[in-house]
C-alpha cells in the first residue's frame, strides 16, 4: 500500500488482563482514521503460563481456546476476541500480521531422556562434555485441545537443543544427539553457531517439525484471516526453513502475504547477506537505522548527524526495510535494551515516516505509552502521519550534509497535488538551511506543519527555500 504505516499494538509491560484483543478493536477506527494501515499483533497463542508475553510458547494452536496452563484466555484475551478483533481491524482495511514463534517452545508437559553433549554457550560449535543422559521437560501432549486441529506430539527428538537438565537442575546449552542431529547451518554466526537461543530449541531441519509448521502457518493465516507475520528471532532458525515455510504459506494464501522478519544485527552486511540467502523473500527490521538513532540520541551535539542514516537497510534496500524507533525489545528494561531518548523520538519519527525508503512501524510504547502512563509523542506522531498522507510523495533529495543540521525534500507527485515537503531536524543549536523544492514552486509560503517554528518560509525563484529548525528538533515545512 501506497505510504503505508505499520503499528506494533503491545509493549513489554501490558497488564494481564487480557483485555488487548477487546482493546484493539475497540480502536480500530482511530487507527485508520490516523493513517495506520497493518497492525502487527503478538504471539496470539498460549504460552507457558498466561502473564507470559507470548514468547514463551506452549502450544500454537492454542489461540486462547482450550484449558492449557491453567488458563483459557492468553494473556491477551481469548481466541472469539482475538477473530472479533481482526474482523474490525478489516473492516477499516487495516491488514493483520501475526507474531510468529517458531525458534522455541517452552517446558513440556512431561520430561523425557536422551542423550546430549554440553557445549560452550559462547562457542557453540566447541563441546565441553562427553554425551550424557539429560532429563528436559521435552514432551508434549496438549490434552486439553485433545487432538483438535492437530494430533501432532513432540519429543525430544524434534529438538536440536534444550535449555534445562531437570536430573541436575542445571542450566546450559546442551545439543541433542542422534541420527541427523546438529546445530543447523543457516543461523547467524554470533557465538559460534546462534541456533539455540533458549527453552527448548526446535529442530528445523527435521522433516516432521517442518511438515507441522507448514501445517499451522497454513492453517493460523486461514483460521485468523492473517494478511501477514512478523517473524520472530530468524537469526537462531535455519534460513532454508524460512524460505520454504513462506513459500509454502504463500501457496495457500497469495504472494502477497506479508512477512518481515526480526534479524536482530546492526551489521548491514549481515543483513545483506542473509536477504541474498532466502532470495528476499521477506523483509527485515532496519535495525542498522535503530542503532544510528539511538547513537545519535545518547551522543546528543557529540552525534554527526551525517551518518545517520548511513548503513542502514533501508538505503542499501528501498523496499525490504521495516523502519522503527523502538520495539518491545529495545525498551528500558528489555533484552535488547536500546532505546532511543525521548528527546529525538519526534526526529527519530519525522525520519521514518516522512522518507521514502522503508515501511515504517509505529510502537505502541511511542504512541499510547508504557506501564500505563501517557506517552508525550502521541500529538507529533499524529501530525507526522498526517504529513505522511498528505505531503511524503516524489523524490527524496538529501541534504545530510552537515554535522548538527541535516534533512531532506521530497519533491512531491502529480497524484497527490500540493504534496512534498521539506524535513529538518537539529541536534545541536538552532539552524537553517537552503533547500530546494523545485523552480516550479517559486513564490509558494511555506510553513512547519509542527508549530516549532513560527516563521513562513517564500520559496525563491530556483526553488530554494531557507528553512529553519529549532536546537534538538524538527520541522517540517509544506505549502501553506
Ligand atoms: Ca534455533
Redesign the pocket.
Known sequence: MKNGVMMQYFEWNLPNDGNLWKKLKDDAKHLHEIGITAVWIPPAYKADEQQDEGYATYDLFDLGEFDQQNTVRTKYGTKAELKQMIDELHKYQISVYLDAVM??KAEGDYTERFMVKEVDPKERTKDISDEFEIQAWTGYLFRGRNNKYSDFKWHWYHF??VGFDDAKKRSGVFKVMGENKNW?EG?DKENGNY???LCN??D?NHPEVINELNRWGVWVSKELDLDGMRLD?IK???DKFISQFLKHVRADRGEDFYAVGEYWNGDIETLDNYLESVGSCVDLFDVPLHYNMYEASRKGKEYDMQNLIKNSLSVAHAELGVTFVDNHDSQLGSSLESEVEEWFKPSAYGLILLMKNGYPCIFYGDYYGVHGEESPHREIIDTLLQARHKYAYGDQVDYFDHVATVGFVRTGDKDHPGSGLALLISNGEDGNKMMNVGAARKGEVWYDLTGNIKDKVVIDEDGDGNFLVEGGKLSVWVKE
Open positions: 525458534n522455541h536440536s537443543g543447523s543461523v541456533d539455540f537461543l530449541d526446535l528445523l528471532a537462531h532458525m535455519d
